[in-house]
């Protein structure tokens, strides 16, 4: 009995320990320093909000949400190669421009393809269509190199194919040449938006009119804020923040270690329960002298 009570009392002891020591050992996961792809699938969605800013004042000239949505897979051809790939839906709106659009995304490593964009402009009270934008990238273009890791450099050099169409005119299609150099931050950025708070890899580019920064989080699987600025003197033109996501991450490590924990803490019930039911059963110490000698009488030698 005093051998099972330090058994128990020693699993207990070494169960606490570990409970202790478990937000430790999820740390590295959920603040890694490397950020694999992402495992996404039909049904993600991702919702922001969009803040214009006049960039010689600050001040907020226009409001709007943005939506993204992989609604299903399709295969498509860009001269003679076959790219299988996730169909994203977006919806921006403010309170005077909608721009829908579909978003093919390469499964195998999340390049793009091929987008097309309807734009709608706000004419009085309603929403008029603009112009309808189609564009292909040839190879298809590479925005977030994954795995990602702190300072992180690559290039995109591409041509990018866009075809412009007004409502009532010919269409008119251009070929030009795309060249990026992308960077990631030296360091996480801790960023908190409505989502949450994230520990976000800086992804940046820079045009000759602008700088553009996404600040991705494995944990939703995306961008968790969006910023333009003027390059000339880096003053915030757009600010684009996640309010909500249905993705859950960062999907197997956290998991594994969460039904681990939760497996450690039905065993630590198990035991407790175990060790009160014994407490529970064990004889009175009064009545184990009369036990004894009843036993000796009751029972032949080679019994004992």
């Known amino acids: ?24 050992i999820l740390t590295p996961q959920v603040g890694s320093t490397e950020a694999q792809q992402p495992s996404l699938s039909i049904g993600n969605r991702w919702t922001y909000k969009v803040e214009y ?10 409001n709007g ?29 403010t309170e005077y421009q909608n721009i829908k659009s579909m978003i093919y995304l390469l499964k195998s490593d999340l390049r793009t393809v091929k987008e097309d964009m309807e734009y709608w402009l706000k004419t009085g009270e309603e929403f008029t269509l603009y112009l309808i934008s189609n564009i292909t990238y040839d190879p298809p273009l590479e925005e977030l190199d994954f795995p990602l890791t702190e300072g992180k450099k690559w290039n995109v050099s ?25 960077t990631v931050s030296e360091t996480l950025d801790r960023v908190t938006v409505d989502a949450g708070t994230f520990d976000a890899f800086v992804v940046s580019y820079r045009t000759s009119d602008f700088i553009y920064e996404q600040y991705y989080s494995s ?52 035991v407790v329960a175990i060790y009160i039911f014994i407490r529970m ?6 009545g184990m002298p009369k036990m004894v000698f009843l036993a000796k009488f009751r029972y032949p030698l080679f019994f004992r």
């Open 219 to 270: 944990i939703v699987g995306g961008s968790v804020m969006e910023l333009k600025k003027r390059r000339s003197d880096e003053q915030l033109m757009m600010r684009m923040e996640l309010i909500e996501t249905n993705l859950i991450g960062p999907s197997a490590p956290i998991e594994l270690w969460v039904w681990l924990a939760i497996g450690i803490g039905i065993v630590v019930i198990a």
């Open 65 to 93: 949400t943005t939506t993204r949505e992989i609604i299903g897979e399709s295969n498509f051809t860009v001269d003679t190669t076959t790219y299988n790939c996730f169909v994203v839906m977006t919806n921006h709106t």
């Open 53 to 62: 800013l006049d960039p010689d004042t600050g001040d907020v000239v226009a």
């Open 281 to 286: 059963r064990k004889p009175s110490v009064a």
């Open 1 to 24: 009995m005093i051998t099972m009570q330090k058994g128990v009392r020693k699993t207990l002891a070494m169960t606490l320990v570990f409970l202790m020591i478990l937000p430790a």
């Open 158 to 182: 591409l041509s990018k194919t866009e075809t412009v169409t007004f409502p009532g005119e010919p269409p008119d299609t251009k070929t030009t040449h795309l060249a990026r150099n992308y």
